[in-house]
Nanobody, 122 residues
Framework: QVQLVESGGGLVQAGGSLRLSCAASPHTYSGYAMGWFRQAPEKEREFVAAISRSGGTTDYADSVKGRFTISRDGAEDTVFLQMNSLKPDDTAIYYC???????????????WGQGTQVTVAS
């Protein structure tokens, strides 16, 4: 069973930045495609960003393009989400996701983390 452990959420003022991290275990030789979804209060869960196992391919939701950057540690199954120019609309629980195939990570990842709260105050 794959476990995903997120960290880095918190409260920030609008215009500020936060960096989320997520570590997957157990580590495998082939690695995982990884990414992030989020769910705001009374809204459906939505895709945020994804990165391939090699790190060479990324994808973003239109709402975060130019503000968020996904990256990964080349040696470990750890993914990061750098969030800049945060807006109140970015307030949500952010879930780390993973799976063996990048092509199916959105919208059906195989594994989900517990989530970390991000709150952006206006």
């Amino acid at each position: 069973q794959v476990q995903l452990v997120e960290s880095g959420g918190g409260l920030v003022q609008a215009g500020g930045s936060l960096r989320l991290s997520c570590a997957a275990s157990p580590h495998t030789y082939s690695g995982y495609a990884m990414g992030w979804f989020r769910q705001a209060p009374e809204k459906e869960r939505e895709f945020v960003a994804a990165i391939s196992r090699s790190g060479g391919t990324t994808d973003y939701a239109d709402s975060v393009k130019g503000r968020f950057t996904i990256s990964r540690d080349g040696a470990e199954d750890t993914v990061f989400l750098q969030m800049n120019s945060l807006k109140p609309d970015d307030t949500a629980i952010y879930y780390c996701v993973a799976g063996p195939r990048y092509s199916t990570l959105n919208p059906n990842p195989d594994y989900w983390g517990q989530g970390t709260q991000v709150t952006v105050a206006s």
